[in-house]
């Protein structure tokens, strides 16, 4: 384990890392599920912090794995083993997830006694890696030693405050604070040496294998509305515009996610790779939530819900203001460039988002302001692929140079 040539060309996600990825589609739609569950109960505030704090937590087991695989990745034996262990605590963690939900609904203290028993089992596996890495590339042992001391003291303190009784805003509280020592501790340990050989390119792929792993909560989700739209009138116009704007919702995010060429820029500016790994958290989890608000709407078109339409597209559109917002904001982070059109196309898609919030509020169809939000990412879309590429192409050469 003397890490891998980090520039290597067309280096490509391995099996064992598509598989290892199935386990976090589980985690996505379990979390996606209970904060729908929680909207259509009356219980956003809940739903959306339980969200918030299960989206870092998945987001951040998957990191801890596919940054380690992208300059470490050996794939003999124990390597795969390991990555074995490291799938059940997954697995573990998620099957925590409705018992966490379910305590923020209830209120009193956080349940998360499970979702730190399947992290537990995940960095015992993540720390024999970081040891295995000390032992054999010993040009980087002090950054391997430190993620080992950093990672065990973070589960440590993971483990008291799951044992510690304390309200939820003490719990969030400390949360918060152990969330940014978390994501300190790859800071300081790069430091310790030359730092560990990641590839760019392998990373920004990664990245955008599980950006269409959120995205699948999309589809889910469409399907759940179109049934229950199906199952109440049967096939009619409405549950064609439900379909058309689900799955033109979801298209239009992924058209949209890979316009800027991320990998050829870390390659250029590795320094740039820690602020962009933490966004994309925030983009992976605004994905996510897209497809929980297509569940509430499914909810509302069946008339389980305890809000109306106006919820229902708030919980889709909101999101999509996120991730529109956010993804602008790493795209210039990345370039270091800001561009008079693209802002005005990422402002003209955010208007139509709260205009559909508009429509719904003033009693129009559900179905139409679904089209309406499909709308938005189109805009971008749209004006990128005619007037935008030029200009984007122009900004990455100048960001290369």
């Known amino acids: 384990m003397t890490g891998r040539d980090p520039g290597a060309d067309h280096r490509a996600a391995s099996p064992l890392e598509l598989l290892f990825d199935l386990t976090f589609v589980v985690a996505f739609g379990q979390a996606a599920d209970e904060l729908a569950h929680l909207v259509v109960d009356g219980h956003a505030a809940q739903g959306v912090l339980g969200f918030v704090f299960a989206i870092g937590a998945t987001c951040w087991a998957w990191i801890n794995f596919s940054w380690f695989a992208s300059a470490y990745d050996t794939d003999d034996w124990l390597f795969r083993i390991l990555t074995l262990v490291q799938m059940i605590g997954v697995v573990v963690f998620t099957l925590g997830l409705p018992a966490m939900f379910g305590s923020l609904e209830a209120g009193g203290s956080v349940d998360n006694g499970v979702l730190v028993a399947g992290y537990v089992v995940m960095r015992v596996a993540m720390i024999a890696q970081w040891l295995r890495v000390a032992v054999q590339d010993p040009d980087r042992r002090r950054t391997a030693l430190a993620y080992v001391v950093l990672v065990g003291v973070a589960q440590l303190a993971w483990i008291v405050l799951a044992v510690a009784q304390q309200s939820a805003l003490g719990f969030f509280l400390c949360a918060a604070l152990l969330f940014v020592f978390e994501a300190a501790c790859p800071v300081i340990a790069e430091r310790r040496s030359s730092g560990t050989p990641w590839n760019p390119l392998h990373i920004a792929e990664r990245y955008g294998l599980l950006a269409i792993i959120a995205l699948g909560e999309g589809i889910f989700g469409t399907v759940a509305a179109v049934s229950a739209l199906v199952d109440q009138q049967g096939w009619s116009t409405d549950a064609v515009m439900v379909v058309v704007a689900g799955v033109g919702i979801t298209f239009g995010l992924w058209w949209t996610y890979f316009l800027v060429p991320s990998g050829e820029i870390l390659a250029r500016h590795r320094e740039r790779s ?10 992976l989890g605004a994905i996510a939530a897209i497809g929980a608000g297509l569940h509430v709407a499914a909810s509302v078109i069946e008339g389980h819900a305890e809000i109306g339409v106006t919820g229902a597209i708030v919980s889709v559109a909101v ?17 270091r460039q800001v561009d008079a059109f693209l802002t005005g196309l990422v402002a003209g898609c955010v208007a139509i988002l709260l205009g559909a919030i508009g429509l719904a509020a003033a009693g129009a169809p559900i179905g139409l302001c679904l089209v309406v939000v499909t709308v938005a990412p189109a805009v971008v879309v749209v004006g990128y692929e005619t007037l935008g590429y030029r200009r984007e192409a122009a900004a990455v050469e100048r960001a290369l140079t």
């Not at 790994?277 to 925030?282: A, S």
């Open 319 to 335: 999101p999509a203001v996120v991730f529109s917002v956010t993804l602008f904001a790493l795209r210039t982070y990345l370039l």
């Open 274 to 283: 820690f602020v962009w790994g933490y966004g994309q958290i925030v983009v």
